[in-house]
């Protein structure tokens, strides 16, 4: 049996943003983009949050429902030194640490428990630590699965610790909403709902037959979670070797400018991704699929890491170029970097944490 730690900080810009400016504490905080450039909110404080302001949510309409909304821009520098801080401090508990992004991650926690410490013990811990070393509070959930731990961690924030013992988790999932559940977006949960399945302990009673007609592999994929069935594995860093975007074109071709759009479209995902886990890699791997299934992959290895968007692109089209040609279309279009390597600061940090251990 697994026992799994999911920690994520609360209003994480915000927080960062009022503990680094005293006169925003306490108040109404939303960190993005300006209403007049139609910006968006990134992170709303909980202060906010009591008017209605939320993620994502365009910062106009955060201002008419909250008039006395304080805002500033993001400020990610100092955002992803904060995560690496937290994430120094999530290591120093086990080396099986995984971010998801830049303010959470999973981790395996399996051996202490198995040494005598409650999985409660070691999440409170860690909330104080971080507390009193970097002054911001996260919610920690405990549980023997990622997705028991990452509902948990949710369930009483901000400044929550929800643990659930073992063999508990199915009658802990069973009276939350199904959209609590990773995977179960606002579509599916309408689709759901339309089938009278409202929480998921309705969903784990599910119709097998109906749930595969309806959503294919990811009907089982969402039952499976909801009986509390998952197995996956907390994977470190180290584990990835590479972040990548594909597309199966809806008809192939072979137009150069229809092809780099499509490259400088997934470039912009894998990046998004890779800043999600603060990795940065020297090789540009593009994949291709011709018409007749061919498939082959085509890799550059650059002098320096790279993560941003236009950095890939550029790498990444200049592979396709060579590629495009007249009779010749694609129907399957794929972005990847891998070559994290020593840029990796997991690595390095964990190997100068050892000899104290
Ligand atoms: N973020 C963003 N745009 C979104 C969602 C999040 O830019 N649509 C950024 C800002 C958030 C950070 O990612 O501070 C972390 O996301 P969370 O979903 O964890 O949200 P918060 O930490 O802000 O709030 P909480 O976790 O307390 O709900
Ligand atoms: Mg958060
Ligand atoms: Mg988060």
């Known amino acids: 049996m697994r026992h799994i730690l999911h920690a994520d900080f ?19 905080l939303a960190v993005g983009g300006s209403p007049d450039s139609r910006g968006v909110v990134a992170s709303a404080s909980y202060e906010a949050r009591k008017y209605g302001v939320r993620s994502a949510m365009p910062m106009r309409t955060a ?3 909250c008039p006395q909304l304080q805002r500033v821009s993001a400020r990610f520098d100092r955002y992803r030194d904060v995560s690496r801080s937290v994430m120094e401090i999530f ?4 080396p099986l640490v995984e971010p998801l992004s830049l303010d959470e991650a999973y981790l395996d926690v399996t051996d202490s428990v198995a040494g005598g410490q409650s999985a ?8 104080r630590r971080v507390k009193q070393e970097l002054g911001l509070t996260i919610s920690v959930g405990a549980g023997v699965s990622k997705s028991v731990a990452k509902i948990a961690s949710d369930l009483e924030k901000p400044d929550g610790l929800t643990v659930v013992p073992p063999g508990e988790e199915v009658a802990f999932l069973a009276p939350l909403p199904v959209g609590t559940l990773p995977g179960v977006g606002p579509k599916t949960q309408e689709s759901l709902k339309s089938h009278g399945i409202l929480t998921i302990g309705d969903l784990a009673n599910g119709d097998d037959e109906w749930l595969l007609d309806r959503f294919g592999r990811n009907g089982a994929y969402i039952k499976s979670l909801a009986l509390a069935k998952d197995d996956r594995p907390v994977q470190t860093h180290r584990d990835t070797k590479s972040i990548s975007s594909e597309t199966t074109l809806v008809l192939d071709t072979g137009d150069p400018e229809a092809l780099h759009e499509l490259v400088s479209r997934l470039s912009s995902d894998v990046s998004r991704s890779l800043e999600r886990r603060d990795l940065q890699g020297r090789t540009v791997k593009l994949k291709l699929r011709l018409s007749d299934f061919t498939t082959f992959t085509r890799q550059v290895t650059l002098p320096d ?3 941003s968007s236009d950095q890939i692109a550029v790498a990444a089209n200049r592979l396709m170029d060579a590629e495009t ?6 129907r399957l279009v794929g972005v990847g970097v891998s070559g994290f390597g020593a840029q990796n600061h997991s690595l390095p940090t964990l190997q100068a944490r050892l000899p104290g251990i």
């Open 10 to 28: 609360d209003a994480f810009y915000a927080a960062v943003e009022q503990l680094d400016n005293p006169e925003l504490r306490g108040k109404p």
């Open 63 to 65: 201002f008419n429902i």
């Open 91 to 94: 290591r120093d508990i086990t």
């Open 120 to 127: 409660a013990d070691l999440a409170g811990g860690l909330k």
């Open 305 to 307: 890491v790279i993560q």
């Open 325 to 330: 040609g007249p009779g010749r279309s694609f």
